[in-house]
């Protein structure tokens, strides 16, 4: 009886939890997306000033391209939501 009443409460403590957080948080993409555009942007610059340089190789090239490849996408998604948002 003791174990079905404790088992009981931790479900509904839990289910109660679990629906706290989801009113908080908004499904979709995090709100990192100051950070995603900074961190573009830098590495963007930074491959750009590089590039210039004599220490330039196609594996430096490649580990930039690496690095803002997935940034790239990140961007993309946020400018999409945005601009669907406001449509």
Do not use: C, D, Q, R
Request: charged share 5%; net charge positive; hydrophobic share 55%.
């Amino acid at each position: 009886m003791l174990l079905s009443s404790m088992s009981s409460s931790m479900i509904s403590s839990s289910a109660a939890a679990s629906s706290a957080i989801s009113m908080i948080t908004t499904p979709g993409l995090p709100h990192y997306g100051a950070a995603v555009v900074v961190g573009l942007i830098a590495l963007l610059s930074l491959k750009e000033v590089l590039s210039a340089s004599e220490k330039w190789n196609k594996y430096l090239n490649n580990s930039f391209n690496l690095a803002i490849f997935p940034l790239l996408l990140s961007f993309a998604a946020i400018v999409y939501f945005k601009v669907n948002a406001i449509i």
